[in-house]
């Protein structure tokens, strides 16, 4: 029995202080899992930072380009995708705003992405929005001037540049290298990051350096209302160690599973409108940085995990699953099917497979249709065989795995709703 329930039962026996007792610290301890859970995009953005300064040749307001697509050995952020090459980079505006040229791509699809230390997208440059064109934009901090190109506002002194280029891989690798050169960044150098605690850390170095965060980047004005509310935590203190320790675990399951935030539509949960630019959302934000941080927002790209065998959105079995799609689907550009692995904490990674395909989607190669157009995809952790083998996308040799779908620019009747996938069925 844990000391909250303790105080209960005595409260419950007749002793009003225990009683008294323990709904203050019910009340502390919801205050902790909400502040663990406001925090937790800060905590992951810093973390991510960091691991990828650990790169040779990294720094600040550099970019840095991933030059083969991901694949299971890529673990450096959950949920990747195998269709686009990565470039990425971590901004530093405190001294200046930083300029980043765009190439003209042609028909090639990109997006170049900037994200805030809450995870929020402040612009999305690419296709959809800028077209092919390119150009050169300003990215500039709070309350700084600038007289550069095209400003473009950042609503914290840091953020996460993440770039995105379409290729097939194999003989484009050429061009699409050559496209991610012509991107450049020029900011002015950067102090030393500090070390910050990550998600795991005890609650007491979780709230440290949730607060030391939120110096550097300070919330928005639209947050003052919970931010006072968990003041104890990512204000000045103090606060109970218990009632903390208490809160950081209900809010770590919440987190890992997902609680009451996955609602499944004839198969298949879809994005909030929120996704990418979260609002007062902040249970969603947090699950969406510890699940797929980076997500676009939906008018860029939608993603859609399929239902599972459990209530977290899990397939656990064996056997083969079937997927069968129309011939087209109601987007302007691409869409993917992905295989993930599930780890303990809740994240998602590639899973290596005979066939080295983590991915069927429209530019698949040697997948067979049926006479309509329509396609079949095959999963499971075998071979199908036959003329099933084409079309299959191989699940982890053991263990829960997970699917994504994902669909670039996607239509208007993706996004209200009035075309949903059909679901993944058991053969």
């Known amino acids: 029995m844990n000391r909250r329930e303790m105080l209960a039962m005595a409260g419950a026996l007749g002793f009003a202080p225990g009683l008294a007792a323990s709904a203050a610290l019910a009340a502390d301890a919801t205050a902790a899992r909400d502040a663990y859970l406001y925090a937790l995009p800060l905590i992951e953005m810093a ?17 840095d380009h991933a030059r083969t697509l991901a694949d299971h050995t890529s673990r450096r952020v959950t949920t990747p995708n195998n269709d686009t090459l990565y470039s990425i980079a971590f901004l530093d505006l405190t001294k200046g705003p930083a300029t980043l040229t765009i190439p003209p791509m042609g028909q090639r699809y990109y997006s170049a992405a900037v994200m805030d230390m809450f995870t929020n997208n402040n612009v999305v440059l ?47 690798l050429a061009a699409a290298h050559k496209a991610q050169d012509g991107f450049l960044l020029k900011g ?35 947050d003052l209302r919970i931010l006072r509310r968990t003041a104890a935590y990512l204000g000045a203190g103090p606060f109970d160690a218990a009632s903390a320790a208490d809160g950081v675990d209900e809010a770590r399951l919440i987190t890992q599973f997902a609680k009451g935030r996955q609602t499944f539509t004839g198969g ?13 959302d902040y249970l969603y934000r947090a699950i969406v940085a ?53 780890t303990t904490d809740g994240q998602f990674f590639f899973t290596d497979n005979p066939l080295g395909r983590y991915t069927i989607g429209d ?10 157009g ?26 829960p795995f997970a699917m994504y779908l994902r669909a670039y620019l996607p239509r208007a009747e993706l996004l209200d709703g009035r075309f949903r996938l059909p679901p993944v069925t058991k053969v």
């Open 374 to 399: 329509s396609l079949d995809i095959w999963i499971g952790r075998t071979d199908p065989g036959g003329e099933r083998s084409a079309n299959w996308l191989p699940a982890p040799k053991a263990g």
């Open 268 to 280: 298949w949960a879809y994005p909030r409108p929120s996704l990418g630019d979260f609002g007062q």
């Open 363 to 372: 530019r698949t190669k040697g997948l067979k249709r049926n006479t309509d």
């Open 126 to 172: 690419g296709t959809r929005t800028i077209s092919g064109e390119g150009g050169i934009f300003t990215l500039v901090g709070p309350g700084q001037a600038s007289t550069g190109p095209n400003p473009v506002r950042i609503a914290t002194p840091h953020a996460w540049l993440l770039l995105r280029v379409l290729t097939d891989g194999g003989d484009d």
């Open 188 to 222: 002015a150098p950067a102090a030393p990051v500090p070390a910050y605690a990550t998600r795991d850390a005890a609650p007491d170095a979780y709230f440290a350096a949730a607060r030391a965060l939120l110096a550097s980047d300070p919330a928005p004005p639209s």
């Open 47 to 63: 973390t991510t930072r960091a691991r990828m300064l650990k790169a040779p040749g990294a720094a600040i307001n550099r970019l």
């Open 290 to 342: 510890l699940q797929g941080l980076g997500a676009l927002p939906v008018a860029e790209a939608m993603y859609m995990k399929a239902a599972g065998d459990d209530e977290a959105g899990l397939f656990t079995g064996d056997g083969l699953y079937r997927l069968s799609l129309p011939a087209k689907l109601p987007l302007d550009g691409f869409w993917s099917l992905s295989m993930y692995e599930a």
